[in-house]
């Protein structure tokens, strides 16, 4: 209710410019306005880590066009678990509102990732040549961050309502931090136990058992 409370927040100032598939399958450019599927009046767009931290060593893709970049180059593995999980999500939302993921990566890198996940709902925007991810905090002094954004449209423009501004806020000690934690059915799945989170840290695949098809 507070966050709904909220006044209408900053006029967007440029209507970025990214790289991606339209609405219509052709591949190319698409404004930030472009994002807003007709009849929608919301936007969230999720900034992935593509690529990741320049010091995330957990283990990249095992197999695929992408296992083959350096690994400083491949995809989040945090990232790209939420991604899997709102993959689904997406048809259930898409009547309401409008959802996009954006990252710095090349637009030939995300769809080719995406196809590895085996992606099918979300739709993938290259932000390599604008400064969205910067403005929005999507990428911070040192590299990438996973900021959620949340824009309306008005009759003025658009304007920008929310973010996960707990990416910022110091966690509790041994408590990961909490900014889209809310969003992740594995993070509440684990809550529900008495040994809660632990230390588990998303992998992109896992030694204990098969989790994802062959690509």
Known sequence: MA?????????????????GRR?????????????????????VIYSMMFPRWPTDER?????????????????CPSCTALLDQLDGAVPHVD????????AKAPLDRLLTFAQERRWRHLR??????NTYQRDYHGEAEGG???????????????????SS?????????????????????LWNLLDFTRTGRGTLEEQLQYDCCKTYPDA
């Open 3 to 19: 966050r709904r409370a909220l006044p209408p927040g900053g006029a967007v100032p440029k209507n970025y410019l990214f790289q």
């Open 23 to 43: 609405d219509d399958g052709t591949v190319g450019d698409v404004r930030l306005s472009e994002l807003f599927r007709p009849g929608h009046g919301d936007l």
């Open 59 to 75: 283990v990249g893709p095992a197999q695929g066009a992408t296992s083959k970049l350096p690994l400083s180059e491949t995809p």
């Open 95 to 102: 009547p309401k509102m409008s959802f996009a993921v954006v």
């Open 124 to 129: 993938l925007f290259s932000a390599g040549a």
């Open 144 to 162: 990438p961050q996973p900021m959620l954004n949340v824009f309306e449209r008005h009759a003025g423009g658009i304007r920008h309502f929310w």
């Open 165 to 185: 501004e707990m990416l910022d806020a110091p966690t509790d000690p041994a408590q990961d931090p909490r900014h889209v934690g809310t969003l992740e059915p």
